[in-house]
């Protein structure tokens, strides 16, 4: 059933409008974005899919295609609504707090973007129901300020610390194009990044690896670079330049604070390198980079998983030209640049790979660069 067909069975009348926003992959630029660094995403064609219509004043209705019951909710405080149904309370939150009249609705939800697989699902649920209250009150909400809101419903309402990446990434990317967001002052570059007319491809494969202690880890990582900014004295591990690297390291006296900052440090970098290679139309080279930040959340920030290496190295062995595990990590999905006519051959390396290792079977599609939220 689609998410209008869910509206009227729910609602028995027809939704005003449908609302879509993505999932998303990053290709580079791991866990930069709450140390106010780089990042550089492209949205999926998978996307969530909000059916939106009137309610009165001060009401709330959410259901969905993948939850029994609908649930329904008035002007609440931060963590009243708990599971999915939280990350829609959180926005109208969000935008209350922010000062927005924001309209009653009705809301059905289906999606197609894998839940817990590192691809941004809660982001595009938080986006399309976003940009559909936007919309249907007529509120006067700039495209670079949206990404803001969404993440303050995380932040604050469901209570994830995670940074900005996903919601700009739902928001604000456009089909054909990698986002290169700045995370400290939201501008952004909308690289062009069309691999098939250069006989290139990102095969995702989603190592389909149970996602184990997720939220205490990312938590963990988050504090441990905040306190490190702290020590050396900076606003955030951003302003520490590959120039500066060894002066701070050699500041820090914890080996484990160390490595989580070479990590932070060395992919804003990357980020950088890649962005100038495509702009530069030397999109084969990017792969050396995709790798070593692969390598660099094994060994330093150590957020990668047996199952997640094993893609990545199997990919390579089957000709990828880089490889690297994307989103934040502790299970989900890699990416692999290779060239097209070589998606069955690396996907059968890695099924191989995983069949050796007594691994769950991966699932593993080519991803292209879909549009951001908007009104379908
Ligand atoms: C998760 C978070 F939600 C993002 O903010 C980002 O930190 C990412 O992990 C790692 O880059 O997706």
Not at 149 to 155: C, D, G, I, T, Y
Not at 277 to 297: C, E, K, Q, W
Not at 328 to 349: E, M, P, S, Y
């Amino acid at each position: 059933m689609s998410a209008a067909d869910v509206f009227r069975q729910q609602f028995g009348t027809d939704p005003e409008g449908l609302w879509a926003a993505p999932g998303r992959v990053n290709l580079i630029g791991e866990h930069t974005d709450y140390n106010e660094g780089y990042v550089l995403p492209f949205a999926l064609p998978q996307r969530t899919v909000a059916a939106v219509g009137p309610a009165p004043a001060g009401e709330w209705t959410v259901c969905s295609t993948f939850a029994d019951e609908p649930v329904s909710f008035g002007v609440t405080e931060p963590g009243a609504v708990t599971g999915w149904a939280g990350y829609v309370a959180g926005i109208v939150w969000s935008l209350q707090d922010a000062g927005f009249d924001v309209p009653g609705a009705r809301i059905a939800i289906d999606s197609d973007v894998p839940l817990g697989s590192g691809l941004s699902s809660s982001a595009a649920l938080e986006s399309s129901v976003l940009t559909a209250l936007i919309d249907l009150g007529g509120l006067d909400v700039p495209l670079e300020r949206r990404p803001a809101l969404a993440q303050r419903a995380e932040n604050v309402y469901v209570g994830a610390p995670t940074g900005i990446l996903d919601q700009s990434a739902s928001i604000r990317c456009q089909e054909g194009r990698a986002l290169f967001l700045d995370c400290r002052t939201y501008e952004i570059d909308q690289i062009p990044f069309d691999l098939a007319a250069e006989g290139l491809a990102i095969l995702v494969i989603n190592s389909n690896a149970p996602h184990q202690h997720v939220d205490g880890e990312y938590g963990a990582r988050r504090k441990s670079c905040e306190e490190a900014a702290q020590i050396l004295g900076v606003p955030a591990l951003r302003d520490v330049t590959l120039d500066d690297l060894e002066d701070a390291l050699g500041k820090l006296d914890d080996e484990v604070m160390r490595r989580r900052v070479r990590h932070i440090v060395t992919e804003d970098q990357r980020v950088l390198d890649t962005v100038e290679l495509l702009r530069a139309g030397r999109t084969r080279d990017i792969g050396p980079l995709l790798t070593a930040s692969h390598a660099s959340m094994r060994d330093d920030f150590e957020i990668t998983v047996p199952q997640v290496d094993i893609a990545v190295e199997a990919a390579l062995a089957a000709g990828a030209y880089g490889a690297r595990m994307t989103g934040g990590g502790f299970g989900g999905c890699v990416l692999a640049l290779i060239d097209a006519d070589r998606a069955d051959q690396t996907v059968a390396t890695v099924d191989a790979a995983y069949a050796k290792a007594a691994f769950t079977a991966p699932t593993s599609w080519i991803a292209t660069a879909g549009p951001g939220a908007t009104r379908i």
